[in-house]
């Protein structure tokens, strides 16, 4: 194999015309790839598919073999086989192309080309010196004898055996780890699939517990219902003798009583007067839980309505508490259910004066639109803070002291609440054991032109 002349761009060049000189490219095709960084199995497929073209073309006029490193973005090893004619067909790429990047058969300017191009790898750093090095490889290789071809390319097929054997022992090795893979996950699947069964039939069964439960609460509520409405329509008509003969007896007309009777007659009354208002609430209870108590909405004068209230809650208290209300001149008229505003106020009320035994009650008012606010406040004896959250289930009761004197059926604060809901505001309770509570009431205000308003009573007390 001779050198040729080399183009700007090119490594170096050879005339290919004997067999010898393809058994030569064989070689330096293969130096050329180990120079270049190239590994073991790129370095035999570009030695065979250089053999191949090589023997493909040998015979045709002007037969020439350069290799070359291309600028450009894509860094390649191109080797370009160029001849000016010859008796042979159209050239075979197939083998070449299945061992290379890529493979072109290019025609032009009177001279025939085939480009064959890999890539290099990573690696690869293009200086001078590198370059150099790769010159060097292709001239290293003077043309070798059929004998040393062939002992080259046993050589060669006896590196890529073992190679393959080497490849097919780990593949073997995978497969085998991969396999106890697979049977560790599946006894895990099957694993994971049984206790979900035994969770989910946990869970039905739980759900159907809670479904058989939940049926029985809404019986019991229903029946609970049931029994406050029918208790108390039986209870109010005897109430209502009791309290109505008993103020007969005390009427001014009636036949004069001991100091001892009208005192005993007194107490029927408070009594009857007490039995009759618990009545009226269980009933009231009963009708909101069951969606029946309907909401009257119409002006209504705050003033008059707190200042009646005030007037009845001053009876109830001790001379030791006062009872501050709010200044008449700041309540507007608003539009609302005046008979269960007035429920709910003398409920907190009625709870802050009797869990007060010195110190003050007082009912604040204030409009923080769209809202106005109640606020009860007294210097009681408070609750602690882990019954704050009971004192709104029905007939729960904070003991203490005081409940021993003023006993009660802890339905004020559950009925306040209630009440206030249905008239969609809200209501919020704080409290410190042995210093207070302070309950809010905000309801939606929605106030009325002074045009429209009813008329402030005269000389209300």
């Known amino acids: 194999m ?131 090095g790769v010159v060097d490889a292709l001239r290293r290789h003077a043309s070798p004898t059929h004998a040393e071809d062939l002992r080259e390319q046993t050589r060669d097929l006896i590196t890529a ?7 097919r022992e780990e593949m073997r090795r995978l497969n085998e780890e991969l396999e106890e893979t697979n049977r560790g996950v599946l006894a895990l699947y099957t694993e994971l699939s049984q206790e ?19 049926a029985r609460l809404r019986e019991t509520s229903e029946a609970k219902t049931r029994f ?21 007896l005390l009427a001014p007309d009636s036949a004069p009583l001991t100091d001892e009777q009208r005192r005993q007659l007194s107490l029927i009354d408070a009594s009857g007067q007490s039995l009759l208002s618990l009545v009226g609430d269980l009933l009231d209870v009963a009708k909101a839980e069951a969606g029946q108590l309907e909401i009257n909405a119409a002006p209504t004068d705050l003033r008059a309505l707190l200042a009646q209230l005030g007037a009845v809650m001053r009876n109830t208290g001790t001379s030791d508490v006062a009872l501050l209300m709010p200044e008449p001149s700041a ?22 004066l009797k869990f007060t035994e010195k110190g003050e009650v007082s009912l604040e008012f204030r409009v923080d639109a769209p809202w106005m606010v ?69 309801l939606p205000f929605t106030p009325v032109p002074p045009t429209s308003a009813p008329a402030a009573p005269e000389n209300t007390p």
């Open 2 to 132: 001779s050198l040729g002349a080399p183009e700007p761009a090119t490594l170096a060049a050879y005339d290919l015309t004997t067999p010898q000189d393809v058994f030569a490219l064989r070689r330096i095709g293969q130096s050329a790839a180990e120079a270049l960084g190239m590994d073991r199995q790129d370095q035999v497929r570009i030695a065979t598919a250089l053999s191949e073209l090589g023997r493909d073309r040998l015979g045709c006029a002007g037969l020439t073999v350069s290799f070359a490193l291309p600028p450009g973005p894509q860094r390649v090893l191109a080797v370009v086989f160029g001849w000016t004619g010859g008796a042979k067909s159209a050239p075979d790429l197939d083998p070449a192309s299945r061992l290379l990047h890529r493979v072109r058969h290019e025609t032009g300017g009177g001279r025939e080309r085939i480009v064959a191009e890999h890539p290099l790898p990573t690696s690869w750093v293009d200086t001078t010196d590198a370059r150099r």
């Open 196 to 214: 979900l069964e035994e969770t989910n039939s946990g869970v039905v069964a739980l759900h159907a517990e809670l479904e058989e439960k939940s």
């Open 331 to 352: 309540l507007p008229v608003a539009v609302t259910d005046e008979a269960l505003l007035t429920r709910i106020l003398r409920n907190l009320l009625s709870n802050a």
């Open 374 to 442: 109640f606020t009860v406040t007294d210097t009681g004896v408070g609750i602690p803070e882990d019954e704050l959250s009971k004192v709104f289930e029905e007939f729960y009761q904070v003991r203490g002291p005081l409940q021993r004197t003023h006993r009660g059926t802890g339905l004020g604060l559950p009925y306040a609440r209630t009440l206030t809901e249905l008239l969609g505001g809200a209501l919020r309770l704080s409290s410190t054991p042995g210093a207070g509570t302070r309950v809010e009431v905000e």
């Open 161 to 167: 055996l073992e190679e393959t054997r080497a490849q």
């Open 228 to 248: 406050w409405r029918n208790i108390s329509h039986e209870l109010r008509t005897p109430v209502n003798a009791v309290v109505a003969l008993t103020r007969l």
